[in-house]
């Protein structure tokens, strides 16, 4: 069983720049893929982005050059750098996890989520 715990949303300006973590429980961290879903009010969970266990990553083309996914193995965190904000960002972002994957980018696809954190970006 692995939890996962997503901080660091807030309020921002179109422009600005923040840096979701979503920290994982247990010791077998290295061994999972995880990823980043956004959900705007509305609108269906869509993919954001994802960094294997052996740390390829992809990116959906609408946050291509603007966001990172990282990962630190000894601290069993995820990371998701986000610059150049915009407001079509705006949404409920969550990290998801599932052991030894590819680059999975349907929600379908992943075992473990966390309860989100908001991401709200203003004109």
């Known amino acids: 069983q692995v939890q996962l715990v997503e901080t660091g949303g807030g309020l921002v300006q179109a422009g600005d720049s923040l840096r979701l973590s979503c920290a994982a429980s247990?010791?077998?961290?290295?061994?999972?893929?995880m990823g980043w879903f956004r959900q705007a009010p509305g609108k269906e969970r869509e993919f954001v982005a994802v960094i294997t266990w052996g740390k390829t990553t992809y990116y959906d083309d609408s946050v291509k050059g603007r966001f990172t996914i990282s990962r630190d193995n000894a601290k069993s965190t995820a990371y998701l750098q986000m610059n150049s904000l915009k407001p079509e960002d705006t949404a409920v972002y969550y990290c998801?996890?599932?052991?030894?994957?590819?680059?999975?980018?349907?929600?379908?696809?992943?075992?473990?989520w966390g309860q989100g954190t908001q991401v709200t970006v203003s004109s």
């Open positions: 998801a996890a599932r052991q030894y994957s590819g680059t999975l980018s349907r929600a379908h696809e992943y075992t473990y």
């Open positions: 247990g010791r077998t961290f290295s061994s999972y893929t």
